[in-house]
């Protein structure tokens, strides 16, 4: 069955309208994920496993500490409002727990109490930008970006006009004021770094 979603490959061409199907497309036949920004798809590669201990080293402090009606996701999306075919996944989401009784499959906005983007080794500054430009856009109230390359972190919030007001920068090992309706620190002294030589 995915042969010949792979085949459709070569006869889809990305242009408004079908963008999701092409996005869909493509996840299914090479196992990327694919997320659509600005009108643009944006492809995401398989995590490293210094990306994936960033993410599960973060959902442990967040799962001890979230308020009750809070949980973490992975593998959730959220849409620009008005606009399901423009959306993201975010490495980390803290929704309401009502979204595990949810048949949709993209998340509100500003259902998102915190949305977590782990930056990848290839990454580009640009690219880095155009997402947090993203998501002031979308209104998430608190987007927390970490930056293994480089042992950072960032803080954004307040979204208005399509930028984030505030953004507070550290680096490994400063602990990370999470405002409400989260209301608690996270450290990142445990945070790993990516190295130069990957196996393989």
């Keep these: 069955m995915s042969k010949p979603r792979a085949g459709r490959l070569h006869t889809l061409r990305p242009r408004p309208g079908n963008l999701r199907e092409v996005a869909e497309t493509i ?7 694919v997320q659509i920004m600005g009108g643009k798809l944006v492809m995401s590669p398989t995590q ?15 799962e001890s500490a979230l308020p009750e009606g809070l949980a973490a996701y992975e ?3 959220i849409a620009l409002p008005d606009d399901p075919d423009d959306y993201v996944t975010p490495d980390l ?8 009784e949810d048949d949709d499959w993209l998340a509100a906005p500003e259902d998102a109490a915190l949305a977590v983007e782990v930056i990848s080794k290839s990454e580009k500054s640009k690219e880095i930008r155009d997402k ?19 042992g950072t972190w960032a803080l954004y919030t307040h979204p208005e006009a399509g930028t984030y007001q505030e953004t507070q920068p550290g680096k490994y090992g400063e602990t990370v004021p999470l405002p409400r309706p989260l ?18």
Excluded: N
Aim: net charge positive; no cysteine; hydrophobic share 40%.
């Design 183 to 200: 209301g608690f620190d996270v450290t990142t002294d445990r945070f790993p770094l990516y190295g130069d030589k990957p196996r393989g």
């Design 132 to 150: 947090v430009d993203w998501y002031a856009a979308a209104g998430v109230a608190v987007l927390m970006v970490v930056d293994p390359r480089h």
């Design 48 to 62: 490293r496993g210094k990306h994936a201990g960033v993410i599960a080293r973060l959902r442990r402090q967040l």
């Design 27 to 33: 996840e299914e036949a090479t196992g990327l994920r």
């Design 75 to 77: 593998v959730s999306s």
């Design 93 to 100: 989401l803290v929704l309401p727990t009502e979204w595990e």
